[in-house]
């Protein structure tokens, strides 16, 4: 028997995208949804529909037929009697309530920032920090909870530590300075206005550069004693979003403790996609990641449906002389496949088979 889950926010920017991440899943059937008050009591298609009564569908492709006559509940209203799993995709504010009451009884796989920064949850990337979903097992007997939340990274943190793993893993690191190109869809249905993302670049996300510099330290660090202890990298960035619908684009510089070239950087990439821990579970991408040497890629229009959306693409691969050892390269990533609904899918398939839900 499937496992039964429900999706919360489901009329969202990432909602949608869990919508067609779970369509016809082998492990999992959707059979409860909720969104706000604004959207409850009506069935999904007339849930995702504008003001003015146009669909909003904004992942592309058919709307699937399991979802369009499910009616969308109020968050108090799902019954988690009939539930194994929660899926949040709502923002971080009313996700910390939303999240806490499903966590008493449930295991909960979120996208939103809510939980990110406390001691005993872990921000798990399936692939990378698998290790460390140990934590979910402390945080349960701290807060006598039945299930657990498990985060995702923030979107743009995700690139960033999916690149950078196999190469500290290897060569250490030191440093690593970033800057972003940022997808409009990034910011949610109603993050960013059409009139100011045309034509434009926005030099500013708000939160965002301190997400990834704490993220980054903390997927990358050890889980020892019951805690994680942050890896001892420095991170700095800046955070940009662009007239791109789709995708991250990442400009990052490294700077290692060994020598590293980037032919052995393609070796280790090579090497990492061979082993990778979620090789053949269902939305496990067939690369992990795509390394390319011709210096036109990544770019977001040709990338992102690579590995539908599960591919971590790198390119302009180069030794960077500002560093005795150091690389820069340039990275592209789903924001909202790997990145967030998708990625989160595939962390439920990896607890799966850890049996943790
Ligand atoms: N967009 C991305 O690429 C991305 C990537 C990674 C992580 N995230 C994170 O994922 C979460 C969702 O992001 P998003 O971009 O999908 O946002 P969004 O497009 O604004 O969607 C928010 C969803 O939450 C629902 N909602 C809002 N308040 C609620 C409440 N009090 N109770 C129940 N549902 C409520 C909304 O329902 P209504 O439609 O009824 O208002 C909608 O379904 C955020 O925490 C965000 O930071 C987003």
Redesign the pocket.
């Known amino acids: 028997m499937k496992k039964r889950v429900a999706i919360?926010?489901?009329?969202?920017?990432?909602?949608?995208?869990f919508v067609r991440s779970l369509h016809n899943h082998p492990w999992f059937e959707v059979t409860q949804i909720?969104?706000?008050?604004?959207?409850?009591g009506k069935m999904y298609l007339d849930?995702?529909r504008d003001a003015s009564g146009i669909i909003s569908w904004d992942v592309g492709g058919e709307i699937p037929e399991y979802i369009k006559s499910m009616k969308?509940l109020?968050?108090e209203e799902i019954d988690v009697q009939k539930l194994d799993l929660v899926f949040?995709?709502?923002?971080?504010e009313?996700?910390r309530d939303?999240e806490t009451k499903f966590a008493k009884d449930l295991p909960v796989i979120?996208?939103?920032?809510?939980y990110r920064y406390e001691e005993d949850v872990p921000i798990l990337i399936p692939g990378i920090n698998d290790e460390q979903a140990e934590l979910l097992e402390v945080q349960k007997k701290n807060r006598n909870w039945k299930g657990w939340v498990a985060p995702?990274?923030?979107?743009t943190t995700?690139g960033l530590v999916i690149t950078l793993k196999p190469l500290v893993e290897k060569f250490g690191a030191k440093r690593v300075l970033m800057t972003s190109m940022q997808?409009i869809?990034?910011?949610?249905?109603?993050?960013v206005s059409a009139m100011g993302i045309t034509d434009n670049i926005l030099p500013y996300i708000p939160k965002e550069e301190g997400k990834v510099r704490i993220e980054t330290r903390k997927i990358l660090g050890k889980l020892k004693d019951g805690k994680i202890e942050d890896a001892d990298i420095k991170v700095s960035c800046t955070c940009t979003r662009v007239p791109v619908i789709?995708g991250h684009t990442e400009s990052v510089f490294l700077e290692t403790e060994k020598y590293i070239d980037p032919k052995q950087a393609k070796i280790t990439y090579e090497d990492y996609n061979k082993n990778v821990s979620v090789l053949g579970l269902p939305s496990a991408p067939e690369k992990y990641y795509a390394f390319h040497e011709d210096p036109t890629r990544p770019q977001p229009r040709m990338e992102r449906e690579v590995g539908d959306g599960m591919t971590t693409s790198i390119g302009r691969v180069e030794k960077e002389e500002l560093f005795d050892n150091g690389l820069k390269y340039m990275l592209f990533s789903h924001?909202?496949k790997m990145?967030?609904?998708k990625g989160a899918v595939l962390l439920a398939e990896m607890l799966y088979k850890k049996e943790k839900i």
């Open positions: 919360i926010g489901v009329t969202g920017s990432v909602g949608q995208e909720a969104a706000s008050e604004r959207s409850a849930a995702i969308v109020k968050v949040s995709a709502v923002e971080s009313a996700a939303i979120s996208t939103s920032s809510a995702l990274p923030n979107c995700t997808a869809s990034g910011g949610g249905k109603s993050g789709d924001n909202k990145g967030s609904a």
